[in-house]
């Protein structure tokens, strides 16, 4: 194997390894900002209605789960481009 792909390999791992981890801190990110949600929406109208008010943290909520979806997918290689990358490099007969 020569070197030059031993280092893109390596650098793919790499960037597939930040990915990852970029992944789990918008998780503690979004996990952050839900609660404050959740907590606004408790103390601005929770109170006064007895609690039978409309919920509309869910919308942000929503929304934030959406795009964690999407940028897990990515974080763990089921794209359309990481696809591509593969099926693209050629093989050498076994």
Avoid at 13 to 32: C, E, Q, T
Avoid at 41 to 64: A, D, K
Wanted: glycine share 8%; no cysteine; net charge positive.
């Amino acid at each position: 194997m020569p070197i030059s792909d031993a280092d893109e390999i390596r650098a793919a791992a790499r960037a597939r390894l930040k990915a990852r981890n970029d992944f789990k801190i918008m998780l503690a990110i979004f996990g952050v900002i839900i609660v404050v949600l959740v907590a606004i929406g408790f103390f601005s109208t929770g109170r006064q209605t007895g609690f039978t008010s409309y919920f509309w943290p869910v919308w942000p909520i929503l929304g934030m789960t959406i795009a964690a979806v999407f940028v897990g997918l990515d974080a763990n290689g089921i794209t359309r481009r990481t696809s591509a990358k593969r099926t693209s490099t050629p093989r050498s007969p076994a």
